[in-house]
């Protein structure tokens, strides 16, 4: 059963607008990590944003915000500020399974292409 | 410098030939990760470790193995029993003990069945 679910296969969004990427998830563990990787067109995979289970508060870092919604099980990612380098595509993770395991799983993604 | 590297960047790979993949890290991470990638797809665990001597297979293992003989090591071989193996690999690593570690990944390798 697929575990992160990202519905839009692709956005397109005007430079200096922010842009919100769906993310929801599957799981029944009450221990669990989200985070949002950015891939370029080189291949290369950046860390953007992570968000824990038991994080009261939203997490943010620069122009990245993730608005938690723990009961409806949505870790959606906002871009602020659009910028052409946004350009890319977008993937959800979570880490679920304990201490013990260390599993790692990934949405199909999103891609973001900004317009000038 | 610390990282994780990838070799080949690209192999080409003739039909009912085993490839291996290699994947090192400098990180001292515990945790070591194998996916692949469809050309505008996500990416699927192929197979993941924890420790030395201990891995797990992902949801799509069929037609791969892995080892993990020591800790900055986890070579991936894709098996003639693979039908579809034309696709991006990418190794990653996290430290593994802490929830928010996130994971860090190498520059992938390319790989085309010829």
């Known amino acids: 059963a697929q575990k992160i679910t990202q519905t839009q296969p692709g956005m397109f969004v005007q430079e200096k607008e922010a842009v919100t990427l769906d993310c929801t998830y599957d799981?029944?563990?009450?221990?669990?990590?989200l985070f949002w990787y950015k891939q370029p067109s080189s291949g290369e995979m950046i860390f953007l944003i992570y968000?824990?289970?038991?994080?009261?508060q939203n997490a943010t870092e620069g122009r990245y915000s993730l608005n938690f919604q723990k009961a409806r099980k949505s870790a959606n990612l906002v871009i602020s500020a659009s910028q052409l380098g946004d350009s890319a595509m977008y993937f959800c993770a979570m880490r679920e399974g304990g201490n013990n395991d260390y599993k790692l799983s990934f949405g199909a993604g999103t891609t973001v292409t900004v317009r000038a | 410098d610390g990282g994780i590297t990838q070799s080949p960047k690209y192999l080409f790979r003739k039909e009912g030939q085993n490839v291996t993949l290699s994947c090192e890290q400098n990180l001292n991470h515990d945790a070591m990760y194998w996916y692949r990638q469809d050309p505008g797809q996500g990416l699927r665990l192929i197979y993941y470790?924890?420790?030395?001597?201990?891995?797990q297979k992902g949801d799509i293992a069929e037609g791969y193995s892995v080892s993990r003989e020591k800790k900055e090591s986890f070579p991936l071989t894709v098996t003639s029993a693979q039908k579809n193996p034309t696709a991006f690999y990418l190794c990653?690593?996290?430290?593994?003990?802490?929830?928010?570690?996130?994971?860090?990944f190498g520059q992938g390798t390319r790989l085309t069945v010829v």
């Open positions: 799981t029944s563990d009450q221990s669990y990590g």
């Open positions: 968000q824990g289970s038991y994080d009261e």
């Open positions: 990653a690593t996290r430290r593994g003990t802490m929830w928010n570690t996130e994971a860090f």
């Open positions: 470790s924890q420790i030395v001597n201990d891995f």
